[in-house]
């Protein structure tokens, strides 16, 4: 009785944090390169990063379909391996990736941009490499908007539905993610498993919203504290 609601919040489950890792991994370095650039480039690669954030789901998803289908450049890469992207629970990974690194980039990047650049300074002088500067000053200092930027991603994440359907599919099991499913049950009109599914989305979205506000109210009550 449990299976068509497991199923979905499983695969949700696994998209989410696998994409969650990447985009923190990919916003960070994003945005810490983009602080330190300065190049004749950078706003128009800064409109790039955060190009997902306005434009349409399926817009998203049908230039993933070109990229990676049979007659893209990713798609015959891949193609020289056997393997493919498309209707795989990969692109489940792949698609909420595109569309939660812009929020993560953005908001991380403004963590950074406020770090007192005197503080950086001062430990290059006393020998640390930007590397350990990085993962010892910079990171700490705005450790708090860098979790405002993870949550957000994360939630963003788990709503994705229109890219996701359209290079992902719906395959019961493997890439049917919690908004897919919550389509579909309406589509065939299953109100009440489609709205036990809306629900989870719901509480999932507002504990995560819950736990960082309740964070950063302890972050800066400890800060005054000190």
């Given at each position: 009785?449990?299976?068509p ?6 695969v949700?489950i696994k ?9 923190f ?11 330190d ?8 690669i800064?409109?790039l ?7 349409p789901?399926?817009v ?9 289908g ?15 992207i498309?209707f795989?629970?990969?692109a489940?990974?792949?698609t909420?990736v595109?569309?939660?690194f812009?929020?993560m980039?953005m ?16 430990a290059?002088?006393?020998g ?7 993962w010892t000053?910079?990171?700490p ?5 860098v ?7 994360f939630?963003r ?7 996701t359907?359209?290079?992902a599919?719906?395959?019961?099991g493997?890439?049917t ?9 309406l589509?065939?009109?299953q109100?009440h498993e ?7 989305v719901f ?5 995560s919203?819950?736990?960082l ?14």
């Amino acid at each position: 009785m449990l299976e068509p609601f497991i199923m979905p919040l499983s695969v949700s489950i696994k998209t989410v944090l696998a994409a969650t890792v990447i985009t923190f991994f990919l916003g960070i370095a994003a945005a810490r390169w983009m602080v330190d650039y300065k190049g004749r480039f950078s706003s128009l690669i800064d409109v790039l990063f955060l190009l997902p954030i306005v434009l349409p789901p399926t817009v998203i998803g049908f230039g993933l379909l070109l990229l990676f289908g049979s007659r893209g450049p990713l798609g015959k890469l891949l193609a020289l391996f056997d393997t493919t992207i498309i209707f795989s629970w990969p692109a489940t990974v792949v698609t909420a990736v595109i569309v939660a690194f812009p929020l993560m980039y953005m908001t991380a990047r403004g963590g950074f941009e406020q770090v007192d650049p005197n503080l950086e300074n001062a430990a290059r002088t006393l020998g640390a490499g930007e590397w350990r500067l990085f993962w010892t000053v910079t990171l700490p200092l705005s450790w708090p908007t860098v979790m405002a930027a993870t949550v957000l991603a994360f939630t963003r994440a788990l709503g994705e539905f229109g890219a996701t359907l359209m290079l992902a599919g719906n395959l019961p099991g493997r890439t049917t993610t919690l908004p897919v499913a919550i389509y579909f049950r309406l589509q065939a009109g299953q109100m009440h498993e489609a709205l036990v599914l809306t629900l989870v989305v719901f509480i999932f979205a507002l504990a995560s919203l819950a736990l960082l506000a309740y964070w950063k109210a302890q972050a800066r009550r400890n800060g005054r504290g000190q």
